[in-house]
Every structure is written in structure tokens, then in C-alpha cells.
């Protein structure tokens, strides 16, 4: 075909039709990619175009969705809610965060029961477990894991329910984590699968009340230390019956007591977790 | 019809007074808010993103009180913020990244959603780099990037904290052009130290300093204040240190006029210089 030749109006019809056979379809789409004139007199319905550009362009470029997604939307959360939890890098930090102290704490399980020591397996796991969801809700919110929070912070969903459903999210993976480690753990599997979860909860929820007036990782640090050193002044004081002192039935109600102390006092002052009330 | 008015508005940080009993009404249009490092503007634009709740005074954004913890969510819903450093997620496309904002906007719907994603890459001219990487981009595009996701919902109200800062003069010159159609229909609120963009972008202008408001008014009336203070003179001016040699080889004083020297039309910078002399000047003598 010549620069000379164009386009006829019969030919053209059939183009638009969509009637053309592959070759001549070639053909004309070739001479109508150097011929501007050619390409103008073509009838385009252009909320048609619009439509199917706007279809490709979508499947190209948006998100893909991953097993985590499709199993979040399989158990029934909304599509904008799982999009939410699993996009925000921060709580990736905070799941992988989470990941490494779970295996960290069954590495150090498995070395002491090889050395003949249940016991102590049992107990360490114990006394570290209830920290792993604290150090996973630690990275969940913040200027310190988010470097967008900002722009979070001033949208309409920010505000106590976004750090609630982030803590939720982080906490939720830490706790299932830290259970499959504790029933796998040498000693008193009932113990060590249970045991830990009240004081978990315990300091969860101390942490978010705590984060109402401090940042988020400075609060979990603070009561993650407070736990340490109590139990660690405990074993010096009473290295005998330390496991059912802290772990025993009356130590699991004061936990659930103090527990649902923090959530009230939580609940109360869960506003502060917006960004424009005052501190 | 008034979008913003501030009212009293007051912020201290400890001991420092970032924002000092400051007054003032924005209306549709672009308004610059001009004024050095420290003057008090990222303070006010992030009390009025929501972002930043002030010790005292009022902020009112199409009625709505931020106060109100009610009220707070209904102006977020009517407003657009691109932080001075909106910290973009490095791993994220272009795409990726505006979904996200937009469900944080509560544009659940997976439709909407996608159009209105379309809708800003295409307003800020990246539409063909949706799936580029948020780390790939160049800076101007990075900043469009943030004025693109400050722009999803469609606010009425649209701030811009020193956007300008970094880009070289074609992507300046780009992302101006995209702050003056915003204007158009939009109250857009943009903080800057740089008087090119002033004169360039903006009906009115605010100037800030130590906190306060010292002036407001059109660019005109800024350059304005320094009638009859703008001399061009051939020799350096004796015991003047506010001058400097311009391309013409002449030298430009601001104040009063050198021995020899000219009067010359005054730019919107000798009028901002001039205030900002002003203002350090009374503070001083407080």
C-alpha cells in the first residue's frame, strides 16, 4: 500500500462493522497507524471505548489478589478491610516481627529440652509468649512504623477503629503463632498452650490503654519491661512455685480483671488515637 | 463562599509559641501562604488537615467544627492533604498506592474505587505510570503521585504543605499548572517560601512569621507594601547591608533610598522582604 492510497468509505464501513477478514483488518490498521486522516474519519463510540479501556486498563493495573486476601474474604470481611490490613507495609513489619520472636522462643525451647530440661522450656515459653502479640501490636500504628501516617491520620476512617482493627489484625496472627509454638512445647502442653493467653491479653490491652498517652512502641516497651522484671523478682523471691504463683488459677483471674480494667480505660479514652484531639 | 476561617488559633510546642492567636478566611481560589522555616505555616496547615489539634481558638472548614470528633470526620471527608514529607510507600505502584488512600477515604465500592484511581493518575498526567513503583519515580512525579492521592474523593478543600521544594524548573512549572486548575473550583491552600510561586499561582496571599499573620492580601497588594522602597543604584549603597547586584549589573537596596539611587517597580519578594524586616524588627524591640 502507497502513502496515495487511503481509506474508502466502503472499506471503512466494513471496518467499523467489524466485517473485515484478518488480512485486510491488517492492512487497514497498519495504513491508519501513519495515516492521521484515515484514523479521524473512523466513527468511535467513545463511552464504548472508554469502557473497555477502562476494564484493560484496571486488570493491568490493579492489585492482585493473594491467598491471604481470598481467605480473609472467604471468613467473610469486606473487600476495603482486608485490602486495609493486609496492604499497610507497617503490619507486614509487625506479622514478620512476630515470626522471628515465634521461632526465636522455639529454637530456645527445643535446645532446652535437649539438654534435659522440659521444665525450663515450659517456663520460658511462658514467661516470653505473652510478649509476642505486644511486640507485634507495638508496629501496628504510629509515625514510628508508618511513614504515611500523616496522610492516614487525616482521612475520615482514621482514628481509634483503624488502630483497633490494625491491633486486631496483628494480634490475631502473634496469638495463633504463639499457640501452635505452646502445644508443641515440651512439659505441660495444657499449660503452655493456655497459660500464657490471659497474660497476653493482659498486656494487649495495657498496651493500647497505655498508647493513649504514650506512642504505641514506647508503650508496649514499657509494659513488655514491666512483665519481665515482675516475673523476674517473682522467681527470685519464690523459685519454687513461681509457674503456679504466675500461672495458677488465681493469677489468671487477677490477669482477666486487670485485663478488662485496661479495655474500660481503653474504651474511655480510644479518641486520643486521633491525631486531632489533643493529647 | 468562605471555606476556612480561623479564628484565635494558638499552638505551643513546650516553651516555643508555634502559632500565635492567628485570624484569617480562605475562600475558593488558590491562596499561598508565604513565610520563612519556623514561621508557624506547616504548624497551621496540619491544625487544619485534622492532623493537628490547636490549644486554642476555632477552625471552621465549610461550617464544620474539627473539634468535634463528629464534625472532625466530615471534614476529613471535604479535604485533601499532602504533607510536607507524605513519606509514600517506596514499594508501592503508583496504582497500589492510590487504591489504598482511597479506601482509607472510604471509597469501599471496588467500581468507584477504580474510576476515581483512574480519574486523579489521569488529572496529574500518570496515567501511564500506574504500575511504576512509588521508589521509580522521579521527584516531580512523586509529588504529583501525593497531590494525586490528596485529590481522591474530590475535596473542596485541598492543602499543600511547601509541595514545590525539590523539583526542578520544567517540573515546577508542571505541577503549577495542575495547582491552578485545582483552583478553579477548589479552595486550595498551598505553603511555600518561594515568591515565584506566589506570583505565579495565587489571588491572595498570606505571610507568616514568628507565628503570626503579617499580612494578607493579593500578590499586588504584597509587592505593593514595598512602594517607593526599591532603589536601583550604579555604586554599592554606603552603610546599607539589604542589597544585592542584579543581572544588569545594578544594585538593588530595599529601605531607604541610596544616595544616587533610583526608584524601581517593586516584586512580590521586596514587599515580603520588607514585612519580614518589619516583623523581626518589632520583634526585637518587644
Known amino acids: ?279 | 463562599m468562605t471555606t476556612v476561617t480561623v479564628s484565635g488559633l494558638s499552638k505551643h510546642y513546650g516553651a516555643r509559641t508555634a502559632l500565635d492567636s492567628v485570624d484569617m478566611t480562605i475562600d475558593v481560589g488558590v491562596t499561598g501562604l508565604l513565610g520563612p522555616n519556623g514561621a508557624g505555616k506547616s504548624t497551621l496547615l496540619r491544625c487544619l488537615a485534622t492532623a493537628l489539634a490547636p490549644d486554642d481558638g476555632s477552625i471552621r472548614v465549610s461550617g464544620l467544627d474539627p473539634a468535634v470528633p463528629a464534625q472532625r470526620t466530615e471534614v476529613r471527608r471535604r479535604i485533601g492533604y499532602l504533607p510536607q514529607n507524605p513519606g509514600l510507600y517506596p514499594n508501592f505502584t503508583a496504582y497500589d498506592l492510590l487504591d489504598y488512600v482511597a479506601v482509607l477515604k472510604e471509597i469501599t465500592e471496588t467500581r468507584r474505587r477504580r474510576a476515581e484511581v483512574r480519574r486523579v493518575l489521569g488529572e496529574v498526567e500518570l496515567t501511564d505510570r500506574a504500575k511504576t513503583k512509588v521508589r521509580k519515580l522521579s521527584g516531580g512525579m512523586r509529588q504529583r503521585l501525593g497531590l494525586a492521592q490528596a485529590l481522591l474523593g474530590d475535596p473542596a478543600l485541598v492543602i499543600l504543605d511547601e509541595p514545590t521544594v525539590g523539583l526542578d524548573p520544567e517540573q515546577r512549572m508542571l505541577f503549577r499548572a495542575l495547582v491552578s486548575r485545582l483552583g478553579e473550583r477548589r479552595t486550595v491552600l498551598l505553603s511555600t517560601h518561594q515568591t515565584e510561586d506566589v506570583g505565579a499561582l495565587c489571588e491572595r496571599v498570606v505571610v507568616m512569621s514568628g507565628g503570626r499573620v503579617i499580612f494578607e492580601g493579593s500578590p499586588r497588594e504584597l509587592a505593593g507594601v514595598a512602594e517607593g522602597q526599591v532603589w536601583l543604584s550604579e555604586e554599592p549603597p554606603k552603610g546599607s547591608t539589604a542589597y544585592w547586584r542584579n543581572a544588569d549589573g545594578l544594585y538593588r537596596t530595599i529601605g531607604r533610598q541610596p544616595a544616587g539611587a533610583e526608584a524601581t517597580r517593586p516584586s512580590i519578594e521586596d514587599g515580603y522582604l520588607l514585612l519580614l524586616g518589619a516583623a523581626a524588627a518589632a520583634e526585637v524591640a518587644r
Do not use: K
Open chain 1, 1 to 279: 500500500m502507497t502513502a496515495e492510497w487511503h481509506v474508502d468509505s466502503e472499506l471503512r464501513e466494513q471496518y467499523e462493522r467489524g466485517a473485515l477478514e484478518p488480512s485486510r483488518l491488517m492492512a487497514v490498521e497498519a495504513h491508519m497507524l501513519a495515516c492521521a486522516g484515515c484514523r479521524g474519519e473512523i466513527q468511535v463510540d467513545i463511552t464504548w471505548l472508554t469502557g473497555n479501556f477502562s476494564v484493560v486498563y484496571d486488570n493491568i493495573h490493579a492489585p492482585r489478589i493473594g491467598p491471604v486476601q481470598r481467605l480473609l474474604a472467604r471468613v467473610g470481611l469486606p473487600e476495603h478491610r482486608w485490602l486495609l490490613l493486609t496492604a499497610t507495609p507497617a503490619l507486614r513489619w509487625s506479622w514478620l516481627a512476630a515470626t522471628i520472636a515465634v521461632l526465636g522462643l522455639a529454637i530456645a525451647g527445643s535446645l532446652l529440652s535437649w539438654s534435659g530440661d522440659p521444665g525450663a522450656a515450659s517456663t520460658l515459653f511462658l514467661v516470653l509468649a505473652p510478649i509476642l502479640p505486644v511486640i507485634a501490636v507495638s508496629g501496628a500504628y504510629g509515625p514510628a512504623v508508618d511513614p504515611m501516617h500523616e496522610i492516614t491520620g487525616t482521612t475520615p476512617s482514621a482514628g481509634p477503629a483503624l488502630v483497633l482493627w490494625r491491633a486486631v489484625a496483628v494480634i490475631s496472627i502473634a496469638t495463633v503463632m504463639a499457640a501452635v509454638a505452646g502445644l508443641l512445647m515440651p512439659g505441660p502442653g495444657w499449660l503452655a498452650a493456655a497459660g500464657w493467653l490471659l497474660p497476653a491479653l493482659l498486656l494487649c490491652t495495657g498496651t493500647l490503654a497505655l498508647a493513649t498517652i504514650l506512642s504505641l512502641p514506647v508503650a508496649a516497651s514499657v509494659l513488655g519491661g514491666l512483665w519481665l522484671t515482675g516475673l523476674l523478682a517473682v522467681q527470685q523471691a519464690q523459685e519454687e512455685v513461681f509457674v503456679p504463683t504466675l500461672f495458677g488459677p488465681s493469677a489468671q483471674i487477677s490477669y482477666l480483671a486487670a485485663a478488662a480494667v485496661a479495655a474500660a480505660v481503653l474504651f474511655r479514652r480510644r479518641s486520643r488515637f486521633d491525631l486531632g484531639e489533643s493529647r
